[in-house]
Structures are given as C-alpha cells and as structure tokens.
C-alpha cells in the first residue's frame, strides 16, 4: 500500500494522500478509495488528467473499482490521520 501511495503522491498537483483503504470483495475484485490534496486553482480539465493518472495506477495494481475524494490544502479533513 505505502508503494501506491508514493505513486499517487508523484502525481504533479497531488500534494498529500490520505485516507487511503484497500479491500477485496471476494478474492478477485478489489476496491479502493483514497483522499488526494490538490492545488484549489485545478480546472475540471486538470482534475480529469490526474483523474487518468490515477486509473492507469490502480489498473496497474489490479484494483477493479476506484473512488477518489479531491480535496484542497484549506480544507480540514476529519479523516486525515487514517
């Protein structure tokens, strides 16, 4: 988990990851769902190349189902110490 997270993190405009949880469904499909820091000023247009990053990683790690939570630096996440 620590290696996708270093990889999540060397995404540029991806400040901080956070919240991150990996689970298996039954042995083959695996979930995953992570909190990403991102600069406020990001376009949706931006967020969709990192959004692409993202996938090509978890597809690389045979994580079937992905769901990520964009955040910005100013906001205060309850759950960043997971």
């Not at 993190?9 to 695996?30: E, F, K």
């Not at 205060?76 to 110490?81: A, F, G, I, N, R």
């Amino acid at each position: 988990m620590k290696d996708l997270e270093k990889n999540f993190a060397c995404i540029p405009g991806v400040t901080d990851v956070h919240d991150l949880h990996i689970w298996s469904m039954d042995g083959n499909y695996h979930v995953l769902s992570v909190h990403l820091v991102v600069d406020r000023n990001y376009t949706t247009e931006e967020l969709v190349r990192v959004k692409e990053k993202l996938n090509r990683i978890v597809e690389y790690y045979g994580i079937n189902h992905a769901t990520y939570e964009f955040e910005t630096e100013n906001e205060d996440c309850k759950l960043e110490d997971c």
